[in-house]
T-cell receptor, first 115, second 113 residues
């Protein structure tokens, strides 16, 4: 089982719709969760971080975390063509499990927002 | 916000030569920097953790003698790919954190011919 799993997509949504991106993780004691956006040929750019159960909203983005079910999601409202990119989920391994203070990334979900 | 600068953005080298990639934290001091590698359509894989003033910590399967890391100051870490081969062609990305979360450099596209 991969440590961080994402559906590779592509996920296609029409402009103006809500895009829902999901991520599951295997390490139950993970503490910090991040969503990065990566355009083709570019390095990742931080979109959202979330540390506690529930929802966190920032503009058109909402991150949702459910530690009991070990999943974290990202909702993008009013999707725009410029949102078309690969979205990477990243989990900070807990030092107690020997993972150290490093990020483990999923393979990313490709999002396409169509006109 | 925190800025991490990486140089060069891309490099083409011949097989057997060495290539040095620089990673700088521009507006904060970074005692720790991270080097990632990303092959096409794959995720970022941590190669090593660079520690200022001490040896880098390499991930399992990463050859420390091939990927030399030097973190001589609080704002600069370098990755040298020695005796590069075509299979080393990849996107190399450094990152640092003034606090949580991680900020990435712009990456270096390495092509070994």
């Amino acid at each position: 089982q991969k440590e961080v799993e994402q559906n590779s997509g592509p996920l296609s949504v029409p402009e103006g719709a809500i895009a829902s991106l999901n991520c599951t993780y295997s390490d139950r004691v993970s503490q910090s969760f991040f969503w990065y956006r990566q355009y083709s040929g570019k390095s990742p750019e931080l979109i959202m971080s979330i540390y506690s159960n529930g929802d966190k909203e920032d503009g058109r983005f909402t991150a949702q975390l459910n530690k009991a079910s070990q999943y974290v999601s990202l909702l993008i409202r009013d999707s725009q063509p410029s949102d078309s990119a690969t979205y990477l989920c990243a989990v900070n391994n807990n030092i107690l499990t020997g993972g150290g203070n490093k990020l483990t990334f999923g393979t990313g979900t490709q999002l396409k927002v169509e006109l | 916000g925190a800025v991490v600068s990486q140089h060069p953005s891309w490099v083409i080298c011949k097989s057997g030569t060495s290539v040095k990639i620089e990673c700088r934290s521009l507006d904060f001091q970074a005692t720790t920097m991270f080097w990632y590698r990303q092959f096409p359509k794959q995720s970022l894989m941590l190669m090593a953790t660079s520690n200022e003033g001490s040896k880098a910590t390499y991930e399992q399967g990463v050859e420390k003698d091939k990927f030399l890391i030097n973190h001589a100051s609080l704002t600069l870490s370098t990755l040298t790919v020695t005796s590069a081969h075509p299979e080393d062609s990849s996107f190399y990305i450094c990152s640092a954190r003034p606090n949580s979360p991680l900020h990435f450099g712009n990456g270096t596209r390495l092509t070994v011919t």
